[in-house]
Nanobody, 124 residues
Framework: QVQLVESGGGSVQSGGSLRLSCAVS????????LAWYRQAPGKEREGVARVDSDGSTTYADSVKGRFTAYKDNAKNTLTLQMNSMKPEDTAMYYCATAPLRSCTIGVVSIYGYWGQGTQVTVSS
């Protein structure tokens, strides 16, 4: 059973930084994609970044140049480094995965496994 466990959320002031981590376990295959999503109260879940099996990445326009996602295959972790944070980044952040070599953050339904989420709050 694939499991995802996020950590690293918290509160930060506008312009600050946070780093989220997601521990991935249970895969019996080497090809799978990973993604970060977020959901603010009253809003739909939004794709933030995705990392394919080959390490290639895609970011939402709202976070480009500020957020960096990467994975560590040896440690089976996914990281989201968030810099120059804004109040609009406030949300519950989720790690997600699909047993696919390549994914898109535009289609939530392809991700069959999700973490429990970690709260990120950015104050102005």
């Amino acid at each position: 059973q694939v499991q995802l466990v996020e950590s690293g959320g918290g509160s930060v002031q506008s312009g600050g930084s946070l780093r989220l981590s997601c521990a991935v376990s249970g895969y019996t295959r080497s090809s799978y994609c990973l993604a970060w999503y977020r959901q603010a109260p009253g809003k739909e879940r939004e794709g933030v970044a995705r990392v394919d099996s080959d390490g290639s990445t895609t970011y939402a326009d709202s976070v480009k140049g500020r957020f960096t996602a990467y994975k560590d295959n040896a440690k089976n972790t996914l990281t989201l480094q968030m810099n120059s944070m804004k109040p609009e980044d406030t949300a519950m952040y989720y790690c997600a995965t699909a047993p696919l070599r390549s994914c898109t953050i535009g289609v939530v339904s392809i991700y069959g496994y999700w973490g429990q989420g970690t709260q990120v709050t950015v104050s102005s």
